[in-house]
């Protein structure tokens, strides 16, 4: 299985991770009762991540949303039996600002183990594009993603920061980006809130009633090159994040499902109440 790809992913689509404001269960006063103000300090949370039913990845995110900006940090490794048989470390970090329900990333930075070869990409944003500062090692099997197709496109994190910002402005999870994690751009979209019970599989702590945000990804460019699986990584790919409101902490994601192109459904389950540093 190939992790390095699903781990860009994954951040992209849940692991940042808490909607950390009260404008989103003050939208639906009668499903949840509002917390108080989001706190702006440092917030941990740790997942759980099963693929075809089994433990194959432990994530935890660390983040700090304000009124101007963000920072987020996101770390993988191997977990369960996986990590008896493969080796997986890698961490992702973004920061930007936030500036009229829209973001600008600032920087963009992924480093790690994966796949037998230490990984490292680093983005710098200028102009409302990213541009790649660090690719190590060089896919000269992909194709490039065209420079006409990176603007206004932004980093994994930032989007899931523009979804959050959205949500504490609107009370919605209505939305849209073009991601670029260095080499692929992806289109991302989101809708929602609606009420629906958390599924219970995968020894899911957090559960009852929660609002669910619905997402798919679709990948647009910075394909392998002669690829078999082309026209799978071309498809669409629905996936869902449950939120509760959880004391001291705010809305917070406690389980997300998304479907992998090649490695089928993936299911993130928070593992405990997340950490919050003032």
């Not at 950390?20 to 917030?43: C, H, I, K, Y």
């Not at 796949?115 to 710098?124: A, D, E, M």
């Not at 019970?197 to 394909?223: I, N, T």
Request: glycine residues 10%.
């Amino acid at each position: 299985m190939t992790f390095n790809s699903f781990g860009r992913g994954l951040a992209a689509t849940a692991l940042v991770l808490g909607f950390s404001g009260q404008s989103f269960a003050a939208d639906v006063g009668e499903a949840m009762p509002a917390r108080a103000a989001a706190n702006s300090g440092q917030t941990t949370a740790v997942y759980r991540v099963y693929n075809h039913g089994l433990h194959v990845v432990d994530a935890t995110a660390d983040y700090t949303l304000t009124e101007l900006g963000y920072g987020i940090r996101t770390t993988l490794h191997a977990g369960g039996l996986m990590s008896w048989f493969m080796r997986m470390d890698i961490q992702s970090m973004a920061q930007g600002h936030f500036d009229h329900y829209w973001v600008q990333p600032v920087s963009y930075e992924s480093t790690g183990f994966s796949r037998g070869k230490h990984r490292s990409i680093v983005l710098h944003f200028a102009d409302n594009m990213p541009h790649v500062v660090t690719l190590d090692p060089k896919e000269p099997d992909r194709e490039a993603v065209p420079e006409a197709q990176l603007g206004h496109a932004m980093d994994t994190l930032s989007a899931m920061a523009l979804l959050l910002e959205n949500v504490r402005q609107t009370g919605k999870c209505d939305g849209n980006a073009q991601v670029f994690d260095g080499l692929r751009l992806s289109a991302m979209t989101s809708h929602g809130p609606f009420k629906a019970d958390v599924p219970g599989s995968f020894g899911q702590k957090f559960k009852g009633p929660a609002l669910r945000c619905d997402f798919v990804g679709q990948q647009e460019a910075g394909f392998i090159k002669d690829s078999s699986h082309l026209e799978v990584m071309k498809a669409p790919h629905p996936g869902a994040a449950w939120f509760q409101d959880i004391p001291g902490v705010g809305l917070t994601a406690v389980r997300v499902e998304f479907e992998h192109p090649k490695l089928g459904q993936m299911t993130a389950v928070l593992d405990h109440v997340p950490a919050v540093q003032p």
